[in-house]
């Protein structure tokens, strides 16, 4: 029995480390392969001690700013690959955000 694989769109999550290099390297090897479309995700998370948490403002203004960084670096490092790619950049928990993003799929 032979089955066809037909991908439409990959979601490679990245942190930035040396691990998710390597994730995104097979993410766009798939994305070529497959003539899908890469999602390249990151989530920017802020962990707040709950006995002296920051006022939302203050962590609501640092998450901007960690996004457009992380906007920065996924545009940085995908500028060497010919590849149909998004960015998405979110702000909260990085499982919580993948399970979304993959229940709009």
Known sequence: MVMDIHLRTIL???DFSEFASHALHYGVGLSKSFGAHL????SVNITEDQLFASPTAEHEEE?????????????????????NWSPVVTKGNPVDKVEEIVGQA
């Open 12 to 14: 490679c999550a990245i």
């Open 39 to 42: 999602l390249v995700f990151h």
């Open 63 to 83: 998450l901007q700013r960690l996004a457009r960084q992380a906007s920065k670096k996924i545009e940085k490092i995908m500028v060497r690959y010919e590849v």
